[in-house]
């Protein structure tokens, strides 16, 4: 039996994965509620308790995890996680014979996608996560690509705009400060397209009915999302780009204008051999990929 483990912002899922990538039951509790590291791992540990036959455990984190070390770098959203070697403090409450991994949210994702969903069958993948955030992760030769210190595929802070908008992580321009939901949302709501209370599904039910201001609005942010598409397509050559999350939710709205865009503008060969296709896992693939982090 696998563990998968995803560490949210909001809520912390726990999954029983088997081998196949079949989620088999699934736990969860408010990570607001324990979000020291200490009580999260105390908290961990009492929903594992008792879970017979567990060879491997994942976790998923929001931000920037060195896999080779164990150790949460840096999470933006969750202060107090800063260098905390998560691994060995999991394994201080384990039996000694479960191994433990850590891996960013994303690249867990990556690898679940690859596996078992929408890159699966491909040597090269780009997976690109849309959301509150906007995280990327790399499959390349395939195998995840990890960069120097785990922190590769941080495709929502490439810098779309030249010294634009402040962003989270230090830089400026990142696509996440265009097309994260906060800003997409205040976009819409600027423009008319949805009132206060109003969701980005809301859009999305409105471009279903034939709604050509909810169309547009797709249109727009894979306008403004696929310059930074383009370049990671003329970049690696992958064969595939998964695009997963809740702004994928919109589906054929946003991703019928991405193809158009990237087919358009990407160079020629690298254009005709990409495909460009929703992720298949929707909200598992966090806790299905962490459950698969030590197979790769
Ligand atoms: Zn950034």
Not at 158 to 177: A, I, M, Q, T, Y
Not at 180 to 185: D, E, K, Q
Not at 191 to 196: P, R
Request: charged share 25%; net charge positive; aromatic share 6%.
């Amino acid at each position: 039996m696998r563990v998968g483990i995803d560490l949210g912002g909001t809520n912390t899922k726990i999954g029983l994965v088997d081998d196949n990538g079949k989620l088999i039951e699934r736990f969860s509790f408010s990570t607001r509620d324990f979000s020291k590291p200490n009580n999260w791992v105390k908290r961990c540990l009492l929903e594992l308790k008792g879970i017979k036959g567990i060879k491997t455990i994942g976790i998923g984190v929001p931000g920037a995890a060195d896999f080779k070390n164990g150790q949460v770098l840096y999470l933006p959203n969750l202060p107090g996680w800063e260098g905390v070697k998560i691994v060995e403090r999991l394994k201080s409450g384990l039996k000694k014979d479960i191994k433990v991994a850590v891996d960013n949210d994303a690249t867990c994702m990556a690898i679940a996608e690859h596996r078992f969903g929408a890159a699966k069958g491909y040597e090269n993948a780009v997976c690109i996560t849309l959301g509150t955030g906007v995280g990327g992760g790399l499959i390349l030769n395939g195998r995840i690509y990890r960069g120097s210190r785990g922190v590769a595929g941080e495709i929502g802070h490439f810098p779309l705009v030249p010294w634009g908008k402040n962003c989270s992580c230090g830089g400026r321009g990142c696509v996440e400060r265009y097309v994260g939901n906060r800003t997409l949302l205040s976009w819409a709501h600027r423009n008319g397209i949805i009132k206060k209370g109003e969701s980005l599904e809301d859009i999305t039910a409105r471009a279903k009915q034939g709604d050509s201001a909810a169309i547009e609005f797709w249109d727009k942010v894979a306008y403004t999302m696929a310059p930074v598409l383009v370049g990671v397509v003329n970049l690696l050559n992958p064969d595939v780009v998964v695009v997963g999350g809740g702004v994928s939710g919109a589906g054929r709205f946003v991703l019928s204008p991405l193809k158009k865009y990237i087919k358009a503008y990407a160079m020629k060969v690298q254009a005709r051999s990409v495909r460009i296709v929703q992720a298949k896992l929707r909200n598992d693939a966090g806790l299905i990929g962490a459950a698969m982090l030590l197979d790769l």
